[in-house]
């Protein structure tokens, strides 16, 4: 066998040997995202990103991304089940004209959100807009800023039936509204908000036609409209919620209030 067929052998099998590394690193389960680190790298804890559009496409399906330490890690559209975790350190992200971010996935993916801060700056058309994933859960984050159009702070559009939108221990505040579930798709869209603060919004807690939201222990102050509802909208509270210092009183009754028990 001549020297050159070997040399061509070989370089064939470095490239055959290189293929499943890089596909294992496209596709890890666990991600990190860092204010110091590079979308170039593979996202490892040793080698993290800069932004989580640049590391989700290297996160697996059902993976997490977690931030490493404190920064902006920019806007992004989540098409898969998978998790965004700031736990201790802050993980924002500042929509500027546009979305903070965008759930888009598919109708079983399950998405989760934790501990961000999404700014608006007075800018940005939603903090976090739901278009289509089984359920979301958004916990301990802050949204607030949102004063574009439609300016919504968390919007749920969804165009598919049977999302499932779970909101705690969460702020919503200095946005055009609080909460809008409005959904495209048939069927029943339910919300569920528990210990969330809405403050300084025009509309608090809107639903629309084929949507139910449901408030268990929240407050809701200083704001224009408490609830309001279209169509066969509901907004159900648990009896326990703070509504209270609005400016239009009317508001401040939902469709429906079901005792403590």
Avoid: Y
């Amino acid at each position: 066998m001549s020297n050159k067929i070997v040399a061509a052998f070989v370089s064939a099998l470095a490239v055959l040997a290189v293929v499943p590394v890089t596909a294992a690193q496209a596709q890890a389960t666990r991600t990190w995202v860092s204010g110091v680190g590079d979308d170039v790298n593979p996202c490892s804890r040793t080698a993290p990103c800069k932004t989580f559009a640049g590391t989700i496409s290297k996160t697996a399906a059902g993976g997490e991304i977690s931030v490493l330490d404190p920064g902006g890690f920019g806007a992004v559209t989540i098409t898969k089940s998978i998790s965004l975790i700031a736990e201790g350190n802050e993980g924002g992200i500042t929509t500027g004209a546009g979305n903070g971010i965008i759930v888009n996935a598919g109708p079983n993916d399950v998405v989760h959100i934790r501990g961000l801060t999404i700014e608006g700056g007075g800018s940005g058309l939603s903090g976090v807009r739901v278009l289509s994933a089984a359920e979301v859960f958004i916990q301990r984050c802050i949204i607030r800023g949102i004063k574009g159009s439609p300016g919504v702070a968390v919007e749920v559009n969804p165009t598919v039936a049977g999302n499932k939108v779970v909101i705690t221990n969460t702020i919503l505040a200095a946005s055009i509204r609080g909460i809008g579930a409005t959904p495209t798709g048939a069927g029943n869209t339910q919300v569920f908000l528990d210990n969330v603060q809405i403050t300084d919004v025009g509309a608090a807690v809107s639903a629309d036609a084929n949507a139910t939201i449901r408030v268990n222990d929240s407050a809701i102050t200083d704001v224009n409209k408490a609830f309001t509802t279209t169509g066969s909208g509901k907004v159900i509270s648990f009896g326990n919620n703070a509504v209270a210092g609005n400016t239009n009183a009317g508001s401040d009754v939902p469709s429906n209030v079901i005792p403590l028990k």
